[in-house]
């Protein structure tokens, strides 16, 4: 494995039966980083990250966490690793300080000083018996052992599927803090704007195989930029025959605002064309994640 590569996946194959969960993936996620793991329910990604925890054996391909095969090495796999799953079952008749006693116990590691931060951050009470906590609070039991463990990678499953707004912009802060820090993170999560807002790479997958994977400003030029312009309303027809002659579709016209998409290697000839007609407030926005999320789903977002 690459000595930059925290995760490297080649080629996953995950079979239960006749069913592949995992078909032929590749993950890469380099150290320090913060690196999106997306796609909707069902597409493979709670999969692959048992795999890499050595939870599941992998059916065929070649995986590496922290430069140890998971398959062979769980144990020292799970030392160095945090891991936040999507549904949360802790022991119901414990405290969550008992909790985190027990977990902290399991890895033989602990961080006090930190522990005592993030649960004074998501403002959980301890005290209280696990059986009484709703999803949210179990979640955070779980985020606080996770974050507070002094470990070099965060596999985090869904992890704000239960947390209200405030609490999702606490643990923003502590995963962008994390990587600060050195350590590596990796988000599975089907929530966009959280991706968007958090993560330098992404990997996108759709049954269980690899769609799209790099950094998320390379990606979003990947997909159309969209461009809006004012010009003379008289210089509307001239402009749109040159645009048309890059390859842009005529765009409608709103006295005299043009909206058009653009791909990113016609950009240039396109603000080119604009600058000659002397067009004002002219914008180029790059697509957003959601909208390279959707172009492989064939989903129209609402």
Not at 88 to 106: F, I, M, S
Not at 117 to 143: E, H, I, P, W
Not at 202 to 211: F, M, P, Q
Not at 280 to 296: K, V
Request: net charge positive; proline share 6%.
């Amino acid at each position: 494995m690459p000595a930059e590569h925290a995760v490297a996946v080649t080629g996953l194959v995950k079979r239960f039966g006749r069913f592949r969960a995992v078909d032929g993936l590749d993950l890469n996620v380099r150290v320090g980083e913060i690196h999106g793991f997306l796609g909707p329910n069902g597409a493979g990604k709670s999969t692959t990250l048992r795999v890499l925890l050595g939870l599941y054996r992998a059916t065929a391909g070649r995986v590496r966490v922290l430069g140890l095969d998971p398959g062979t090495g769980a144990a020292a796999v799970t030392r160095r690793v945090s891991y936040v799953p999507g549904e949360v079952n802790l022991w119901p008749n414990l405290t969550g300080r008992e909790v985190l006693d027990a977990l902290a116990g399991l890895r033989g590691r602990r961080d006090p000083a930190a522990e005592r931060g993030l649960v004074d951050d998501f403002a959980l009470d301890v005290r209280k018996a696990v059986r009484t906590y709703s999803k949210g609070n179990r979640q955070k039991v779980l985020l606080v052992a996770a974050f507070a463990a002094p470990t070099e990678l965060l596999v985090l499953d869904e992890p704000t599927s239960g947390l209200d707004p405030l609490m999702e912009d606490v643990f923003q802060r502590h995963v962008r803090a994390a990587a600060d820090a050195g350590r590596t993170v990796l988000l599975s999560s089907h929530l966009l704007a959280e991706a968007e807002k958090l993560c330098h790479s992404v990997t996108i997958i759709k049954d269980g195989r690899l769609v799209e994977s790099g950094g998320l400003t390379y990606l979003r030029h990947l997909s159309a930029s969209e461009v809006t312009a004012r010009v003379p309303a008289d210089l509307v027809p001239a402009v749109a025959e040159r645009l048309a002659a890059v390859g842009v579709a005529p765009p409608p016209s709103d006295g005299g605002t043009l909206r058009f998409s653009v791909r990113r290697e016609r950009v240039p000839a396109v603000l080119g064309i604009l600058a000659t007609v002397d067009a004002a407030d002219i914008t180029c926005t790059p697509a957003t994640l959601e909208q390279l999320f959707m172009r492989h789903y064939s989903v129209v977002p609402a």
